[in-house]
């Protein structure tokens, strides 16, 4: 399952150029256990027993795992062990996979995203793409994976059409091999950069490059000068969301590839479900792994768009 | 582009100006010229197309047909940022990511000018317009009214044949709008730069402009000197938008229109009502004075005091609105409410509009009237 | 009588760039480009799947592929699933959502953190926990289908969080509960009459959310051993890929209709408001 995005279906973008009076105050909302009644702690109570049962005690649960060696004491040798040379080649090969996808999706993504913003096609094409990318942002699953051998497989469709116009071509190519899950994982890596990107394109104020071009500078100072120095911290904030999205994939790359790509989500669920060697305890420390790489990414995101955020609002 | 001040004569012109979004034509043959040092406001209801003017005078927009003229030459093919222009635009028009110096230095930072030399001279500006306590600022720690002014100082900055103020001051709170309208003023006039200022606002207008130029639909309909707009409005719509009118029903006669008992001109012949039909006369409040008369058949209604003079509601069981007549307040105060007053029209001609059909009744009602005095 | 003519307020520019630079063109190719790779690989799998070679257009793979013994009762697994996992959701965040909205506003900054953190925590990563702990403290509950419900459910969480976080925050609940009060209804009076009707469109897009990821998701029921349809779907993959092909067609075709039909419903609330605004107007 794909990590999910940040917004929902997004709106269509109005034009950039708001106008509206001062920009409000910050609300302080200072959380004190002061403030709490035991009422409104009751009423909260169903949703965070449920989130506390079946996320916060199985990731502690996870955790307490992973730093414990074969016979339950207290050990880091697992930790090691999991990044040890076994399993090295397959982190590498996830960043790999993951960068790749991060950033052409993110190039991409971004492509589409002003497309998006500029508003200047037909209103209901806008709405439409808007919509699916949605959609598309969250279909990484097995029946995506499935339609792509579909379309790109040794019988697809597009195979065929390849072939008829330049044969052999597609001769070395194989849906199920590196390239291959890329461009699939592509499919909802782009929608998603693109989702990301609106809120910040959209915050773009036209009279921005309006005061630029007044005050002398061309297309590309005004690019280079403030579109670029606004926009890059959610940039490559969307670009490590992206980075974190394809480390985490599973079902995609196990329904193209089953157990023949090194990633570390397949070799986690292999030491899991016991296919190789039933260890959990192995397993746990890659899972804790790779949360501390997701985690350090969505942190670097966090502290790079605090501050543009403020910029693109009002 | 070199513009070396002493040579500049910045004579800027708009010449028979079309500009059509699709089906709607939003610039009608519009001309317009700005005199070196003056500044001309463009004063209108939304959708009047005045933004749309500046926007074509920045080389924002461009034209269908029509010049625009700058020292003479035509610069509608020039590029925006080969205009040499100022432009305020109505909000947040800021860089964000800068301080107010280095956004106010950028136009300097284009040109090429020395870090330490543009920081300076960004730094004078700030001074100017009252700022030097917030240069290291960013737009997000300021007030609406302080960037504003951060806007016009980095406007300034460039050295601009023209500057082009678009709805500077609508977004912004009354009592700043009216501290900010002053300053602009005061700059503008003390660096004599051709100045072009678009708004909806008529106070804003009237006071801050050498000359105002009152748009509907894509049309200049009257530019003259506020005095000349207020005094001698020429249309029934420039009367009302520039200031208070009396929708006052009246008979028109062979030379005129009779009104309150007086026989006036006709500013607008081209209304066309003919002799002995109902039209409606447009009169301020300050151009009716009173006189007390018990006898009279209009009365006093309420009394509002504005400040150095008062407006005198008055009303006649003809009329289903009272008129407003303002005097000084000292001579209101001989005026009690319930007491009956003769009016007396103090001008020679006014507007007339074409009458609703309560006011051209209204009129013929009046008209049975003896007598006013 | 006295005439003053409209002061309009703050100017909006409702932009056409006609500065145009091109722009349409090159944005309305981009948008097109974008749609036409948005539906090929599902047209593909169309193609593939309603298709053989020599016999033109068939349902055969697809009926071959639902004769397999293991089909429907996975579909129907699925679905069930699917089913149990949208309510769930919906009766334990559209409650908890209004309630820390009106009554807990910290609280709720707290559960919207929470909320996020299945993005950190990816499906293989709560298998391996709840591996860990299920299989020690209950092991029968791991081992039934219906441990996937709540699983799907913190899996679907993120997004659908804010989505009814945004219909809530959409809404004036104290001045929904005081009128409602004020005309003499009780709070779930309110609950029921008041605010879900409210919420119908950010309630459906949650739910359409939940089902398109319980219809997909993979990783979680094939780890924990469970079959369900797309654990159906990859294990007879190599058997019979058309079959397979087709079904996926047709899963996310339920997705787009679902979708259509929200939007429908949201663009229909949307002019019930503004014809409401126009009569309230008038």
Same mark, same amino acid.
């Given at each position: 399952?794909?990590?999910?995005?940040?917004?929902?279906?997004?709106?269509?973008?109005?034009?950039?150029?708001?106008?509206?009076?001062?920009?409000?105050?910050?609300?302080?909302?200072?959380?004190?256990?002061?403030?709490?009644?035991?009422?409104?702690?009751?009423?909260?109570?169903?949703?965070?027993?449920?989130?506390?049962?079946? !996320?916060?005690?199985?990731?502690?649960?996870?955790?307490?795992?992973?730093?414990?060696?074969?016979?339950?004491?207290?050990?880091?040798?697992?930790?090691?062990?999991? /990044?040890?040379?076994?399993?090295?080649?397959?982190?590498?090969?996830?960043?790999?996979?993951?960068?790749?996808?991060?950033?052409?999706? =993110?190039? !991409? =993504?971004?492509?589409?995203?002003?497309?998006?913003?500029?508003?200047?096609?037909?209103?209901?094409?806008?709405?439409?793409?808007?919509?699916?990318?949605?959609?598309?942002?969250?279909?990484?699953? /097995?029946?995506?994976?499935?339609?792509?051998?579909?379309?790109?497989?040794?019988?697809?469709?597009?195979?065929?059409?390849?072939?008829?116009?330049?044969?052999?071509?597609?001769?070395?190519?194989?849906?199920? =091999?590196?390239?291959?899950?890329?461009?699939?994982?592509?499919?909802?890596?782009?929608?998603?950069?693109?989702?990301?990107?609106?809120?910040?394109?959209? =915050?773009?104020?036209?009279?921005?490059?309006?005061?630029?071009?007044?005050?002398?500078?061309?297309?590309?100072?005004?690019?280079?000068?403030?579109?670029?120095?606004?926009?890059?911290?959610?940039?490559?904030?969307?670009?490590?969301?992206?980075?974190?999205?394809?480390?985490?994939?599973?079902?995609?790359?196990?329904?193209?590839?089953?157990?023949?790509?090194?990633?570390?989500?397949?070799?986690?669920?292999?030491?899991?479900?016991?296919? /190789?060697?039933?260890?959990?305890?192995?397993?746990?420390?890659?899972?804790?792994?790779?949360?501390?790489?997701?985690?350090?990414?969505?942190?670097?995101?966090?502290?790079?768009?605090?501050?543009?955020?403020?910029?693109?609002?009002? | 582009?070199?513009?070396?001040?002493?040579?500049?004569?910045?004579?800027?012109?708009?010449?028979?100006?079309?500009?059509?979004?699709?089906?709607?034509?939003?610039?009608?043959?519009? *001309?317009?010229?700005?005199?070196?040092?003056?500044?001309?406001?463009?004063?209108?209801?939304?959708?009047?197309?005045?933004?749309?003017?500046?926007?074509?005078?920045?080389?924002?927009?461009?034209?269908?047909?029509?010049?625009?003229?700058?020292?003479?030459?035509?610069?509608?093919?020039?590029?925006?940022?080969?205009?040499?222009?100022?432009?305020?635009? %109505?909000?947040?028009?800021?860089?964000?990511?800068?301080?107010?110096?280095?956004?106010?230095?950028?136009?300097?930072?284009?040109?090429?000018?020395?870090?330490?030399?543009?920081?300076?001279?960004?730094?004078?500006?700030?001074?100017?317009?009252?700022?030097?306590?917030?240069?290291?600022?960013?737009?997000?720690?300021?007030?609406?009214?302080? %960037?504003?002014?951060?806007?016009?100082?980095?406007?300034?900055?460039?050295?601009?044949?023209?500057?082009?103020?678009?709805?500077?001051?609508?977004?912004?709170?009354?009592?700043?709008?009216?501290?900010?309208?002053?300053?602009?003023?005061?700059?503008?006039?003390?660096?004599?730069?051709?100045?072009?200022?678009?708004?909806?606002?008529?106070?804003?207008?009237?006071?801050?402009?050498?000359?105002?130029?009152?748009?509907?639909?894509?049309?200049?309909? %009257?530019?003259?000197?506020?005095?000349?707009?207020?005094?001698?409005?020429?249309?029934?719509?420039?009367?009302?938008?520039?200031?208070?009118?009396?929708?006052?029903?009246?008979?028109?006669?062979?030379?005129?229109?009779?009104?309150?008992?007086?026989?006036?001109?006709?500013?607008?012949?081209?209304?066309?009502?003919?002799?002995?039909?109902?039209?409606?006369?447009?009169?301020?409040?300050?151009?009716?004075?009173?006189?007390?008369?018990?006898?009279?058949?209009?009365?006093?209604?309420?009394?509002?005091?504005?400040?150095?003079?008062?407006?005198?509601?008055?009303?006649?069981?003809?009329?289903?609105?009272?008129?407003?007549?303002?005097?000084?307040?000292?001579?209101?105060?001989?005026?009690?409410?319930?007491?009956?007053?003769?009016?007396?029209?103090?001008?020679?001609?006014?507007?007339?509009?074409?009458?609703?059909?309560?006011?051209?009744?209204?009129?013929?009602?009046?008209?049975?009237?003896? *007598?006013?005095? | 009588?006295?005439?003053?003519?409209?002061?309009?307020?703050?100017?909006?520019?409702?932009?056409?760039?006609?500065?145009?630079?091109?722009?349409?063109?090159?944005?309305?190719?981009?948008?097109?480009?974008? +749609?036409?790779?948005?539906?090929?690989?599902?047209?593909?799998?169309?193609?593939?799947?309603?298709?053989?070679?020599?016999?033109?257009?068939?349902?055969?793979? +697809?009926?071959?592929?639902?004769?397999?013994?293991?089909?429907?009762?996975?579909?129907?697994?699925?679905?069930?699933?699917?089913?149990?996992?949208?309510?769930?959701?919906?009766?334990?965040?559209?409650?908890? &959502?209004?309630?820390?909205?009106?009554?807990?506003?910290?609280?709720?900054?707290?559960?919207?953190?929470?909320?996020?953190?299945?993005?950190?925590?990816?499906?293989?990563?709560?298998?391996?926990?709840?591996?860990?702990?299920?299989?020690?403290?209950?092991?029968?509950?791991?081992?039934?289908?219906?441990?996937?419900?709540?699983?799907?459910?913190?899996?679907?969480?993120?997004?659908?969080?804010?989505?009814?976080?945004?219909?809530?925050?959409?809404?004036?609940?104290?001045?929904?509960?005081?009128?409602?009060?004020? +005309?003499?209804?009780?709070?779930?009076?309110?609950?029921?009459?008041?605010?879900?009707?409210?919420?119908?469109?950010?309630?459906?897009?949650?739910?359409?959310?939940?089902?398109?990821?319980?219809?997909?998701?993979?990783?979680?029921?094939?780890?924990?051993?469970?079959?369900?349809?797309?654990?159906?779907?990859?294990?007879?993959? &190599?058997? &019979?890929?058309?079959?397979?092909?087709?079904?996926?067609?047709?899963?996310?075709?339920?997705?787009?209709?679902?979708?259509?039909?929200?939007?429908?419903?949201?663009?229909?609330?949307?002019?019930?408001?503004?014809?409401?605004?126009?009569?309230?107007?008038?």
């Amino acid at each position: 399952m794909t990590a999910a995005v940040d917004a929902l279906t997004p709106d269509t973008p109005d034009a950039p150029d708001s106008t509206g009076p001062e920009p409000a105050e910050k609300k302080s909302s200072r959380f004190t256990f002061r403030t709490l009644s035991s009422g409104s702690v009751l009423g909260a109570l169903p949703f965070f027993a449920f989130v506390a049962a079946f !996320l916060i005690i199985p990731i502690i649960a996870n955790l307490i795992r992973a730093f414990q060696d074969p016979a339950g004491r207290f050990s880091v040798a697992t930790m090691a062990e999991a /990044v040890g040379p076994t399993y090295r080649q397959a982190f590498w090969l996830t960043t790999q996979l993951s960068l790749l996808t991060a950033v052409i999706g =993110g190039v !991409l =993504g971004v492509i589409l995203a002003w497309a998006l913003v500029s508003a200047d096609g037909p209103r209901w094409l806008t709405s439409l793409v808007s919509s699916f990318s949605a959609l598309a942002s969250q279909s990484g699953g /097995v029946q995506l994976a499935f339609a792509f051998v579909a379309m790109l497989g040794t019988q697809g469709m597009v195979t065929g059409w390849i072939e008829s116009i330049a044969p052999g071509a597609m001769a070395e190519f194989s849906i199920t =091999g590196f390239l291959g899950v890329t461009i699939v994982y592509l499919y909802f890596q782009v929608p998603l950069m693109a989702i990301l990107m609106l809120p910040a394109m959209g =915050g773009v104020k036209k009279a921005w490059y309006e005061a630029a071009a007044s005050l002398g500078a061309s297309k590309f100072q005004y690019l280079r000068d403030v579109a670029v120095p606004v926009l890059w911290p959610s940039i490559i904030g969307s670009l490590l969301l992206l980075f974190a999205n394809a480390f985490a994939a599973y079902a995609t790359a196990y329904a193209l590839a089953g157990g023949s790509l090194n990633l570390v989500p397949i070799v986690i669920g292999f030491l899991i479900s016991g296919n /190789v060697l039933l260890n959990p305890g192995l397993a746990a420390a890659l899972v804790t792994w790779m949360m501390i790489i997701i985690l350090a990414a969505m942190g670097i995101r966090f502290l790079l768009t605090r501050k543009s955020d403020q910029w693109l609002s009002n | 582009m070199n513009h070396p001040r002493s040579l500049n004569r910045p004579h800027v012109e708009l010449r028979d100006v079309v500009k059509k979004y699709g089906p709607k034509t939003v610039l009608r043959d519009l *001309t317009l010229s700005i005199g070196e040092g003056e500044m001309v406001a463009l004063l209108g209801p939304s959708g009047c197309g005045k933004s749309t003017s500046l926007r074509i005078l920045a080389g924002l927009e461009s034209a269908d047909s029509g010049q625009v003229l700058i020292g003479g030459k035509d610069v509608s093919a020039t590029p925006t940022r080969e205009r040499n222009m100022g432009i305020v635009f %109505q909000a947040y028009s800021l860089f964000p990511h800068l301080t107010a110096r280095d956004n106010v230095a950028y136009g300097l930072r284009i040109r090429g000018v020395k870090t330490a030399e543009r920081r300076r001279r960004a730094g004078e500006l700030l001074e100017l317009v009252g700022l030097s306590e917030h240069v290291d600022k960013y737009p997000n720690q300021m007030s609406g009214g302080q %960037q504003q002014r951060v806007a016009l100082a980095r406007s300034l900055a460039i050295e601009p044949d023209v500057l082009l103020l678009d709805e500077p001051l609508s977004a912004l709170d009354a009592k700043v709008r009216g501290q900010l309208r002053d300053e602009i003023r005061r700059i503008q006039l003390s660096r004599g730069i051709a100045t072009l200022l678009v708004t909806h606002d008529q106070e804003e207008a009237i006071i801050m402009a050498d000359r105002v130029g009152v748009m509907r639909e894509g049309r200049i309909g %009257q530019i003259g000197t506020p005095a000349d707009l207020y005094g001698n409005p020429q249309t029934p719509f420039i009367a009302g938008f520039v200031g208070i009118v009396n929708r006052i029903p009246g008979i028109v006669t062979d030379g005129g229109i009779r009104v309150l008992g007086a026989d006036l001109e006709i500013v607008n012949p081209e209304l066309r009502v003919d002799a002995a039909q109902p039209a409606t006369a447009l009169i301020r409040p300050e151009d009716i004075d009173l006189a007390h008369d018990d006898a009279a058949r209009f009365k006093v209604t309420d009394k509002q005091l504005r400040g150095i003079f008062t407006a005198v509601m008055v009303q006649d069981e003809v009329l289903e609105q009272p008129l407003r007549i303002d005097l000084p307040t000292r001579a209101a105060d001989r005026f009690q409410v319930g007491m009956g007053v003769q009016m007396a029209v103090q001008r020679r001609d006014t507007v007339i509009d074409h009458p609703t059909e309560r006011e051209a009744a209204e009129a013929q009602a009046l008209s049975q009237v003896e *007598t006013y005095r | 009588m006295i005439d003053r003519p409209n002061a309009p307020t703050v100017s909006t520019r409702t932009s056409r760039s006609s500065g145009g630079r091109g722009g349409n063109a090159a944005t309305t190719a981009i948008l097109v480009v974008a +749609l036409i790779f948005f539906f090929l690989p599902w047209i593909a799998a169309a193609v593939f799947g309603f298709t053989r070679p020599g016999e033109g257009i068939t349902a055969a793979p +697809l009926l071959e592929s639902l004769q397999n013994p293991k089909a429907l009762p996975a579909i129907r697994d699925t679905l069930l699933l699917t089913l149990a996992s949208t309510l769930l959701m919906l009766a334990l965040l559209v409650p908890t &959502n209004i309630f820390l909205n009106l009554r807990a506003p910290q609280l709720a900054k707290v559960a919207e953190m929470l909320s996020v953190l299945p993005l950190v925590i990816p499906a293989v990563a709560l298998v391996s926990g709840v591996s860990q702990f299920y299989r020690a403290v209950a092991p029968a509950f791991i081992n039934s289908l219906w441990s996937l419900v709540p699983l799907y459910v913190i899996l679907s969480m993120p997004l659908c969080y804010r989505a009814i976080d945004a219909g809530v925050k959409a809404l004036d609940l104290r001045t929904l509960f005081a009128a409602s009060s004020s +005309l003499g209804a009780g709070t779930w009076t309110t609950l029921l009459r008041v605010v879900l009707p409210n919420l119908r469109v950010a309630m459906l897009s949650a739910a359409l959310l939940s089902v398109a990821m319980c219809l997909a998701e993979y990783a979680m029921a094939s780890l924990l051993l469970h079959y369900t349809f797309p654990v159906f779907l990859v294990e007879v993959s &190599n058997n &019979n890929p058309r079959g397979i092909a087709a079904l996926s067609f047709i899963t996310i075709i339920i997705t787009w209709l679902l979708l259509v039909a929200i939007s429908a419903m949201s663009r229909a609330d949307r002019a019930t408001d503004t014809a409401t605004d126009k009569v309230r107007k008038n």
